[in-house]
């Protein structure tokens, strides 16, 4: 029994710790538990249209309300998951969960585009992935283009013949997919042109100094350009000042998701972000 609630408990958690096969089992019966007993909850981030601040789009980011932790990042848990195999698990409950919920807002008339899930690279690479989705799918019987997939770049450049596969099969069930932290990875152009693609997403470590930077602008510059001229939409993630969003606007990229537009939030409290968006278009 693990009874460290400690100010060091959190670094239980952190990959590098994890080498110790006990270790590394209570602490995957940790967040077993978590999952089993709701501890596990989605927050939603709006992703936004530059010009006017609709609301087009929302990100799911999985968060882990432990007892004694308080939130724990899944930027801690996450890796842990993946080690132990957990995140197939724990992926297609987020996947689920999301899928519900983008039904309920389609259902309640809110036009949001998508909802978009964070998939791991063990969940492409080692489950039946394409096979998940479809099943989640019939489950919750969501319309498939309600939802985008956001996969990050070091997965897609890894077996990539087989990633191929799995990514068409998703396509032709009618998802979008995204590329993740986009720019951070080494891609290969020929193997990023031949995946099908919607989206990629411009990474926040260079939105962070926009625009004083001037390698980080002429970087997302790049990365706008050449999304464009392979037919992909592009988002930029992490906007936090107006002067970013301003840049971003400016340089041709329309769509953008950070703090100056709203955190990460509980799916009642983006129900009233949307229900707010409604009542102010009503009365315009
Ligand atoms: P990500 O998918 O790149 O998500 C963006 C992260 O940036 C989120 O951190 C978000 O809260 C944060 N963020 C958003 N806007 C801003 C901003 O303006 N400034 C700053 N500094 N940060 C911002 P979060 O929620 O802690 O998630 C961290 C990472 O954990 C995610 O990065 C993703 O890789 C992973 N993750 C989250 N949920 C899931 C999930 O359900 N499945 C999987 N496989 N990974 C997930
Ligand atoms: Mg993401
Ligand atoms: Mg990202
Ligand atoms: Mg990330």
């Keep these: ?13 952190s990959a590098d710790l994890s080498k110790n096969a006990n270790e590394l089992f209570m602490m995957e019966n940790h967040l077993r538990r978590a999952l089993e007993r709701d501890q596990l909850e989605v927050y939603y981030q709006p992703q936004v249209r530059i010009k006017d601040g609709k609301i087009i789009g929302a990100e799911s980011l999985l968060r882990w309300r ?12 996450i890796p842990l998951a993946e080690e132990t195999g957990l995140i197939l698990q724990i992926g297609e409950w987020v996947l689920r969960e999301s899928a519900l919920q983008a039904s309920r807002w389609a259902h309640a008339g809110y036009d949001l ?24 799918l019939i489950e919750t019987d969501c319309n498939p283009r309600l939802l985008e ?18 990514f068409n099969r998703i396509k032709n069930l009618g998802l979008k997919l995204a590329i993740d932290d986009f720019g951070t990875g080494y891609s290969s152009l020929s193997h990023l042109k031949r995946l099908p693609l919607d989206k990629l ?24 350009a050449m999304a464009n001229s392979l037919g992909f939409n592009v988002i930029a993630e992490g906007v936090e000042t107006e002067a ?41």
């Design 1 to 13: 029994h693990v009874k460290n609630s400690g100010k060091n408990s959190h670094c239980f958690y």
């Design 66 to 77: 432990h007892p004694e932790l308080g939130m724990v990042s899944p930027a801690k848990f």
């Design 113 to 136: 585009n998508r909802v978009s899930v964070n998939v791991s690279g063990v969940q492409i690479q080692r489950s039946n992935f394409a096979d998940t989705v479809y099943g989640v």
């Design 149 to 166: 997939l956001e996969i990050t770049e070091s997965t897609v450049m890894h077996n990539t013949e087989f990633v191929i596969s799995v």
């Design 201 to 224: 997403k411009i990474d926040q470590s260079f939105v962070r100094e926009l625009p004083g930077n001037a390698d980080d602008a002429a970087i997302a510059n790049a990365i706008h």
């Design 244 to 284: 970013q969003a301003a840049f971003l606007l400016d340089m041709g990229c329309e769509i953008a998701q950070g703090y100056l537009y709203s955190r990460p939030v509980t799916a009642t409290q983006f129900t009233a972000l949307l229900e707010a968006e409604r009542v102010k278009n009503k009365t315009e």
